[in-house]
């Protein structure tokens, strides 16, 4: 499976922007860039996911590289609840089967007041 | 959408004890997966089941533990002879092939082996 790499945390104040970074140098043609997130003491929880386009939805945007060897998540405006631990998951739409999620250690987001 | 659910959410355990554990799926998602996630770790695939079907098992799944979906509804997680490395947040999700694939995490069950 090829390999993403994300800082082990970050910061950002309340109300303002937060750029989470992924780094997919060895990601293929079929790999879908996916991000889950993760609330303390909750299971992970579905954000986003793109293959080669920008998306948008109601939690967060994705912004994708044009040769696609990386990514940002873009929280708008966080807030409080945002803070969690994010995962950049890389998932092969070519391979059936293949169906399992392979969770990295994620970035750790505090949320400062 | 009642959501994916897990129980029970917590079990202190002694050693050598077995102990199961349930995961009833969003209603309508035929898959369903278990991970196990220790502290300051993403989440690790064990298995997946199509209904009733398992599919895929990770070598992280022993012989001491053995997944079950006899209907293809809910599924269970049994641990034999527990050890404490057992000890960690066990996470069931489910998802529909159907539509996105989006798998869809239960709140997990932490179990402590002492």
């Known amino acids: 499976d090829a390999k993403t790499t994300q800082p082990n945390s970050m910061e950002s104040n309340e109300e303002e922007p937060v750029h989470l970074p992924c780094n997919h140098s060895?990601?293929?043609?079929?790999?879908?860039i996916h991000w889950y997130r993760q609330l303390p003491s909750q299971g992970p929880e579905y954000v986003i996911h793109?293959?080669?386009s920008n998306v948008n939805n109601r939690m967060a945007s994705l912004a994708i590289a044009e040769d696609r060897k990386s990514s940002t998540l873009i929280l708008h405006r966080a807030t409080l609840r945002d803070a969690a631990v994010y995962y950049c998951?890389?998932?092969?739409?070519?391979?059936?089967?293949?169906?399992?999620?392979?969770f990295g250690t994620g970035t750790r987001l505090t949320i400062i007041p | 959408d009642t959501g994916v659910s897990q129980d029970p959410r917590h079990k202190i355990t002694k050693r050598g004890q077995n102990v199961t554990f349930r995961c009833d799926p969003i209603?309508?998602?035929?898959?369903l997966y278990w991970y196990r996630q220790t502290l300051g770790q993403g989440p690790e695939f064990l298995t997946y089941?199509?209904?009733?079907?398992?599919?895929?098992k990770s070598r992280l799944l022993s012989d001491r533990f053995s997944a079950e979906r006899p209907k293809g509804s809910f599924s269970t997680l049994e641990i034999q002879r527990t050890e404490q490395g057992d000890s960690a947040m066990y996470l069931c999700?489910?998802?529909?092939?159907?539509?996105?694939?989006?798998?869809?995490f239960g709140p997990g069950t932490r179990l402590t082996v002492l």
């Open positions: 999700a489910s998802s529909d092939p159907l539509g996105t694939d989006t798998q869809y």
């Open positions: 060895t990601i293929s043609g079929t790999d879908y």
């Open positions: 793109g293959l080669t």
């Open positions: 998951i890389l998932r092969d739409s070519s391979n059936f089967g293949n169906e399992k999620l392979t």
């Open positions: 209603s309508e998602h035929n898959r």
């Open positions: 089941f199509q209904n009733e079907a398992q599919l895929e």
